[in-house]
Nanobody, 120 residues
Framework: QEQLVESGGGLVQAGGSLSLSCAAS????????VAWYRQAPGKQRELVAS???????NYADSVKGRFTISRDNSKDTVYLQMNSLIPEDTAVYYC??????????????WGQGTQVTVSS
């Protein structure tokens, strides 16, 4: 069964760092565009960072210069290194993967989410 499993969330003081991981199973990870989203209480889910199957990266303006997304296809894992955290980064962080096939078919998968809390 296809799944994405996030880990690495927790409680950290403002200015601190956390590293999130998302491990894929039963998914053709190497052909996936993968991304991290977050959802704070009372707010819509928003894109934080993404990385394509070719390694192109994109970041939300609010995290540029502080967060880094990376992937290791040999481990079917995507990472999110978060530095200089601020209370506004507090949210549930979700991993997203899209299997993109040459015929245009896209299969989308979501992880269960991991809580990140930044105290002031």
């Amino acid at each position: 069964q296809e799944q994405l499993v996030e880990s690495g969330g927790g409680l950290v003081q403002a200015g601190g760092s956390l590293s999130l991981s998302c491990a894929a199973s039963a998914i053709l990870f190497s052909i996936c565009d993968v991304a991290w989203y977050r959802q704070a209480p009372g707010k819509q889910r928003e894109l934080v960072a993404s990385i394509t199957s070719h390694g192109s990266r994109n970041y939300a303006d609010s995290v540029k210069g502080r967060f880094t997304i990376s992937r290791d296809n040999s481990k079917d894992t995507v990472y999110l290194q978060m530095n200089s955290l601020i209370p506004e980064d507090t949210a549930v962080y979700y991993c997203n993967a899209n299997e993109i096939y040459y015929n245009g078919e896209i299969l989308e998968f979501w992880g269960q989410g991991t809580q990140v809390t930044v105290s002031s």
